[in-house]
């Protein structure tokens, strides 16, 4: 109970005021309670009757005010009483308060130490991932840029090999057609000397024929030659003959003219390439 009071000034102070009041009480009851001594005499005892019925009244009046301080006293008492147990138990409550405060505090610095503990290692774990990600990704794309190289390279190989093919092909194809224009040129000319050689062959029969059908003028001498125009149909029959060079001398000239009329329907020539509607024929019987 000390301990409580000597932390509670107030209280102790109302406990000490109660208690002094309470002596003074006690001290002014015992004065009060002190009789006189009684007076001798008749009249004097009637008189003191008279007194004594008055300081009853008094001593009455007395002990009630003495019990109404007494119960004054005792209810200050009471209160302070009261208000030391409502002070401590204040005090208690105060306490307990700020122990529940306290242990709150300590609770919600707990918690938020753990929250930035659980924050942080989220925070870690999320930057982890992050960077476990972007090595993810870092690592695809590389690989992406891996393949596409091996990819192009690979396009770019075919392509080599595609051109390389290309240009072999293209190169076989133009050695195959210069072989095959060096051979038609040679055939070409081959054809040309054949037909030529068949041309002169042809000239020739066409020659000796007019000339075995050519009847000579008296005028006709060695060195002359006429070109005589002619025309055929498909058969070889000549449909005309004229002389569109002369050799100076008209009766030759009209002779050689009716040697190649005499002499349709022309033969044929070796080849059909050689067939020719009209040409001129140049007539010289001597060579």
């Known amino acids: 109970m000390l301990k409580e009071f000597l932390k509670n000034p107030r ?19 015992l004065k009060w309670n002190i009789k006189p001594a009684p007076l001798q005499g008749s009249g004097e005892i009637v008189q003191a009757v008279v007194i004594d019925e008055g300081k009853l009244q008094a001593e009455k009046e007395r002990k009630r005010q003495d019990a109404q301080r007494r119960r004054d006293a005792e209810e200050a008492a009471r209160r ?40 942080a290692k989220l925070k870690a774990e999320k930057e982890a991932g992050d960077r476990k990600l972007a090595e993810q990704q870092a690592q695809r794309k590389q ?13 770019a190989e075919e392509q080599r090999k595609a051109d390389e093919a290309r240009n072999l092909q293209m190169m076989q194809q133009q050695m195959a057609q210069e072989e095959a224009d060096r051979a038609a040129q040679a055939k ?24 075995r059908n050519w009847i000579r003028p008296p005028t006709a001498r060695a060195g002359m030659s006429c070109t005589v125009h002619v025309r055929l149909i498909p058969d070889g029959e000549v449909t005309d003959a004229r002389v569109v060079r002369g050799s100076g001398d008209p009766a030759f ?25 009209e040409f001129d024929f140049v007539f010289k019987p001597e060579g």
């Not at 690989?143 to 396009?155: G, H, L, M, N, Y």
């Open 253 to 277: 000239d009209r002779s050689a003219a009716t040697a190649v009329l005499k002499s349709s329907p022309l033969p044929p020539p070796p080849d059909p390439a050689l067939f020719q509607r």
């Open 143 to 155: 690989e992406e840029q891996r393949r596409k190289a091996a990819e192009a390279q690979r396009k």
């Open 80 to 119: 302070a009483e009261e208000q030391q147990r409502q002070a401590a138990l204040d005090k208690q409550r105060a306490e307990e308060q700020r122990k529940r405060e306290a242990q709150a505090a300590a609770l919600k610095k707990k918690q938020q130490a753990a929250e930035q503990q659980r924050q």
């Open 188 to 211: 070409a000319a081959q054809r040309r000397l054949e037909l030529a050689s068949m041309q002169s062959q042809y000239a020739l029969m066409l020659k000796n024929l007019v000339t």
């Open 11 to 29: 209280a102790l102070f109302y406990a000490v005021s109660v208690h002094v009041v309470l002596l003074l009480l006690l001290v002014m009851s």
